[in-house]
């Protein structure tokens, strides 16, 4: 039963770490692997030596951190105002409704908010119907970050909450009966019993969601920028895609890309470590 899983393992995941040399070399297709030059790490530092690496590093920082932030707290605030609510058949309504947008793909929803959010879209008319400029979400450098944090914030904080909405399950009913009892009401009883209860889940996602520091969602960038935004939306990923595919530089996007993945390794490795000390979570 698990020869079928062990030859996946070895054929997709296993058998191609040995591109991983294409970052060492100055890499000719028809040459291959074996047959170009060696040349070290002079792939890295041309990467570190190009004007944008530090744009490229603070922008994926910015978006990745704030998507984190930002889309914990609005799941955890709307679970624990989920969990107040106590018509069954709307609560999953809304809990379905909000779930759904996380199954779709970018690719859709970024052709979507690019008619939602443009000068003539329904988020600008009212703002034009007062007289005042059209917002240019997707084509202003400024602002561009922050839409992205949003929209991600939108598609996705539906499904963060399923994780505290079954904790929230988890608690046991008669600690609101006894509080309710002795006069504590439902603010009281959410700070003192829920999330209390909740708090080491709340501590195990802060801490494995720094593993994805570095990960600010390479399809919904690659979707949404545009040259316009790249000063300030331009990411690691995206980066690797322009110039490890698109413009043929596989050896400056395979060192680019592995230098993300040594990087991502030992966010993991720390946000396991993070969660065995807070929260008492081991995966072995």
């Known amino acids: 039963m698990l020869l079928p899983a062990l030859i996946m393992l070895l054929l997709f995941h296993a058998y191609p770490l040995w591109g991983i040399a294409i970052a060492f070399v100055d890499f000719n297709p028809f040459k291959g692997l074996t047959g170009s030059q060696f040349v070290g790490l002079a792939n890295f530092e041309r990467f570190f030596a190009a004007p944008n690496a530090v744009s490229l590093f ?19 605030v709307f679970a624990l105002t989920l969990h107040q609510v106590r018509a069954r058949l709307f609560k999953r309504s809304v809990q379905t409704a909000t779930t759904l947008p996380h199954f779709l793909s970018w690719i859709i929803v970024g052709g979507v908010m690019v008619q939602v959010l443009s000068s003539t879209g329904i988020v600008n008319k009212p703002i034009t119907a007062l007289g005042l400029p059209a917002i240019r979400f997707l084509g202003e450098p400024a602002l561009f970050p922050w839409t992205m944090i949003g929209l991600e914030t939108w598609k996705e ?19 609101y009966e006894a509080a ?61 895609y322009r110039r490890g595919l698109l413009a043929a530089d596989f050896s400056l996007g395979t060192a680019v890309g592995l230098f993300r993945s040594v990087i991502g390794l030992g966010l993991v490795l720390l946000s396991w470590w993070l969660a065995g000390k807070l929260a008492n979570y081991r995966i072995f």
């Open 58 to 76: 603070r922008n994926t920082l910015v978006i990745a951190i704030g998507k984190i932030i930002a889309g914990q707290l609005v799941a955890l």
């Open 180 to 240: 309710a009892v002795d006069g504590a009401g439902r603010w009281k009883r959410m700070r003192h019993i829920t999330i209390p209860g909740i708090s080491p889940t709340i501590i195990l996602l802060s801490c494995l969601s720094l593993g994805g520091i570095l990960n600010a969602g390479f399809e919904q960038i690659l979707v949404l920028i545009n040259p316009i935004t790249y000063r300030t939306g331009d990411i690691l990923d995206t980066f690797v």
């Open 157 to 175: 904080f539906g499904w963060g909450a399923v994780l505290y909405l079954a904790a929230l399950t988890a608690i046991n009913p008669e600690l």
